[in-house]
């Protein structure tokens, strides 16, 4: 069965760095684009990094570039997501999610997200 | 970026109605359109890929349809389970994607 288990949140001060980690099983990570998306709050979704299977193709949200860097290590079949210079308005709940296909299929993003974590949070507060 | 307008923001409906909600993107997007359904305290949950194809294990009272900028979630014979939140969301710009503000749909 595949699993996809998020770690890392906390409660951070304003400018402070945090790392959070998915920890997968039950699939061929490496074969695998992922992503993060978050949820504040009573809010909706917003999709924030996404990475692809080697690592050759990474995007970031406007309100997270510069500031987050998504990365992997299929050896330890684990995905990462390091964020410097948090604010207040990343307080969320961070989901890692994985695409339906593998790298074996064209343009595998196409299918969607089909397995999630259930997310770590966090809270970003002085 | 893509943006993405989902419509009505809320619903409300009864058991055995049929409802639907509305994704229009500020862009053509072909058919690169998914749509997702949330409860309360539980990750997102894939419906519908590609505009209109049913995600294996999806009941089939949910369906998709459009292309280009418009597109609709279509949910016949509400059940008791299927109140909850939906999402739709672009994988057309691929690396980068956007989501929906949602639709919360509520029994009446």
């Known amino acids: 069965e595949v699993h996809l288990v998020e770690s890392g949140g906390g409660l951070v001060q304003p400018g402070r760095s945090l790392r959070l980690s998915c920890a997968v099983s039950g699939f061929f990570f490496e074969d695998y684009g992922m992503h993060w998306v978050r949820q504040a709050p009573g809010k909706g979704l917003e999709w924030v990094s996404s990475i692809s299977w080697n690592s050759a193709t990474i995007g970031y949200a406007d309100s997270v570039k510069g500031r987050f860097t998504i990365s992997r290590d299929n050896a330890e079949k684990s995905l990462y997501l390091q964020m410097n210079s948090l604010r207040p308005e990343d307080t969320a709940l961070y989901y890692c999610?994985?695409?339906?296909?593998?790298?074996?299929?064209?343009?595998?993003?196409?299918?969607?997200?089909?397995?999630w974590g259930q997310g770590t949070t966090v809270t970003v507060t002085s | 970026d893509i943006q993405m307008t989902q419509s009505p923001s809320s619903l409300s409906a009864s058991v055995g109605d049929r409802v639907t909600i509305t994704c229009r993107t500020s862009?053509?997007?072909?058919?690169?359109l998914n749509w997702y359904q949330q409860k309360p305290g539980k990750a997102p949950k894939l419906l519908i890929y590609?505009?209109?194809n049913l995600q294996s294990g999806a009941p089939a009272r949910f369906s998709g349809r459009g292309s280009g900028t418009d597109f609709t979630l279509t949910i016949s014979n509400l059940q008791p389970e299927d109140f909850a939140t939906y999402y739709c969301?672009?994988?057309?710009?691929?690396?980068?994607?956007?989501f929906g503000r949602g639709t919360k749909l509520e029994i009446k």
């Open positions: 969301q672009q994988s057309y710009n691929t690396p980068r994607s956007s």
């Open positions: 999610a994985k695409e339906t296909y593998s790298n074996s299929v064209r343009d595998s993003f196409y299918y969607g997200l089909d397995v």
């Open positions: 862009q053509s997007i072909s058919t690169y």
């Open positions: 590609g505009a209109s």
